[in-house]
């Protein structure tokens, strides 16, 4: 079965082999809009190199150049290791998510051992049907500090908050508990 490290699976060998396993990265929008507004977004870039996006998250981010995020992704496809890819025809036949979702999965999917960054729970649950590993913000920001490229999530987790943008409360002090900061 496919390695799913979400919110409440984040042992610190499944975390490390999920990251070094992974050779195409597939981001939806939520996941670079709270790394972006927690003022990471560039350990997407440390981690994994190149992260390649859909059409269709690009416009949902940058739709509203005010929308959180918006600059920042901008900023990443300039300097290239964020990449924009046409929707894939199998898009449409991914249903119960958004057309983000559905499109990033789609995307994912045509790779074989993709990665899928994503936070939506439903979404999550397509892209396993679908056999790809899955990795939300929390576990991104996991895998950055065992990486030491930040020095700690509680107070990103903290921003995040404090922008509207949250983190349900047992994966919380789940992720507090395995980045050993409780």
């Known amino acids: 079965p496919p390695l799913c490290v979400d919110c409440s699976d984040r042992r610190a060998g499944e975390i490390s082999q999920h990251v070094a ?13 709270g790394l972006a507004t927690a003022g990471v977004l560039p350990v997407l870039r440390d981690l994994f190199g190149t992260v390649m996006i859909t059409r269709l998250v690009k416009d949902e981010i940058t ?16 300097d290239g290791w964020i990449r924009v890819a046409p929707a894939p025809p199998e898009t449409w036949r991914i249903g119960g998510v958004d057309a983000g979702e559905a499109s990033t999965i789609a995307l994912a999917a045509e790779h074989d051992g993709a990665l899928v960054l994503m936070d ?5 649950a397509q892209a396993a049907a679908h056999g790809l590993e899955i990795l939300d913000v929390a576990g ?3 895998a950055a500090k065992r990486a ?4 700690g999530v509680k107070p990103l987790v903290a921003g995040l908050g404090g922008r509207g943008l949250t983190i349900a409360e047992d ?3 789940a992720l507090l508990r395995d980045a050993g900061e409780q």
């Open 21 to 33: 396993m992974a050779r195409h990265v597939a981001a939806d929008a939520s996941p670079l809009i």
């Open 63 to 78: 739709g509203d150049p005010r929308r959180p995020g918006a600059q920042e992704l901008d900023a990443a496809m300039r």
């Open 120 to 124: 939506d729970a439903l979404g999550r």
């Open 140 to 142: 991104v920001l996991l």
């Open 148 to 151: 030491l490229l930040i020095g």
């Open 171 to 173: 994966a919380r002090l």
